[in-house]
């Protein structure tokens, strides 16, 4: 079993679950629990830069696939239907222009991208109200942010990463900053950009509205969570690098369940979510649900996170494990 908080926190995502979409009781992925930072509870198997470059890789191939796809593993395909803010566009088209580089002009891509951190850092653009829409303004100002950073740090060139070390700090308490605001945020102020109508709705159009404005409230706070695990976790191995060591800043949890990332409806999502525990669970404590749950009901983009903490030997076995069991 899990222990306290996860054993609790487990009874109430199984409440919730099969609560209708309607009620009015905290959400399964808003409960207070969910927000603890938590510690590892065991030494990371990744220590040496050997160990740790197939992580920077591994980030560096979903920035790829945001490029090429609207979307990775910790920006959701829906996260910005209605559209990205202006410094956002400016840092996409950034890496954009950097992965499609010339070795002809790196350096002049690599400048403007130093220019554009230096010019967004001070500009610091502000939050206002709260709800939603002021949720969603704090994770594009961490993810525009940590884009410019991720470029500068690992590129390669010393002054480059200087430019980027120098920022890293903002970057984590823009991050603090995030994780304050969404702990009190209880689904308030409805869809990001959709105001209710004032048409008489049907049974149809009450169930499709209340499911889709839940499906887009945990969109919005798991893009939150996988941010905060990415960039938490690039900040500690840049200076796990740099200075040998790294304080563990600790982490949020979660949701582990294989294909809820990969809905394509909001019904899909919620059946999936009702049918089977979601597994909202602790970002640096997988041993419990290693032993408790199958390789293949678990997503991968946690696997690939726990394989940093646990070593690709542990994960490999497990996964190896679950087929032999089931073959």
Not at 157 to 171: E, N, T
Request: charged share 20%.
């Amino acid at each position: 079993m899990f222990p306290s908080p996860e054993s609790n926190l487990v009874e109430q995502a199984i409440i919730a679950a099969n609560e209708d979409i309607s009620s009015s009781q905290t959400p399964w992925f808003l409960q207070d629990e969910t927000w603890q930072m938590q510690h590892c509870d065991e030494r990371a198997a990744c220590v040496t830069y050997i160990e740790l470059e197939p992580l920077i890789r591994a980030v560096e191939r979903m920035l790829e696939d945001w490029i090429k796809d609207g979307c990775n593993s910790f920006i959701h395909r829906r996260l910005y239907r209605l559209g990205m803010p202006t410094y956002l566009q400016e840092a996409f088209t950034t890496l954009a222009t950097y992965i499609g580089r010339a070795p002809a002009v790196k350096d002049l891509i690599i400048q403007i991208a130093m220019d554009r951190l230096s010019t967004f850092v001070n500009q610091r653009p502000s939050i206002v109200g709260h709800g939603a829409k002021s949720l969603q303004a704090h994770l594009a100002r961490v993810q525009t942010l940590f884009i410019y950073e991720f470029i500068v740090l690992f590129d390669g060139s010393v002054g480059a990463r200087a430019s980027g070390q120098r920022q890293l700090p903002i970057l984590r308490q823009w991050v603090t900053l995030m994780q304050e605001a969404v702990r009190s945020y209880r689904g308030e102020n409805g869809l990001l950009g959709q105001g209710s109508s004032n048409v008489a709705e049907d049974e149809f159009d009450r169930e499709y509205n209340a499911s889709t404005e839940l499906w887009h409230q945990w969109i919005l706070t798991e893009s939150i969570r996988r941010t905060q695990v990415i960039v938490n976790t690039i900040c500690n191995i840049y200076e796990i690098m740099v200075l040998g060591s790294a304080e563990c800043t600790g982490g949020i949890m979660f949701t582990a369940r294989r294909g809820l990332w990969e809905a394509e409806s909001a019904f899909q999502w919620l059946e999936m979510s009702r049918c089977k525990l979601p597994l909202i669970v602790p970002s640096l404590r997988p041993s419990s649900l290693m032993s408790q749950y199958n390789a293949d009901e678990v997503d991968d983009f946690v696997k690939l996170y726990w394989t940093f903490l646990v070593g690709n030997d542990r994960v490999q076995c497990w996964i190896h494990r679950d087929k032999v069991n089931t073959s």
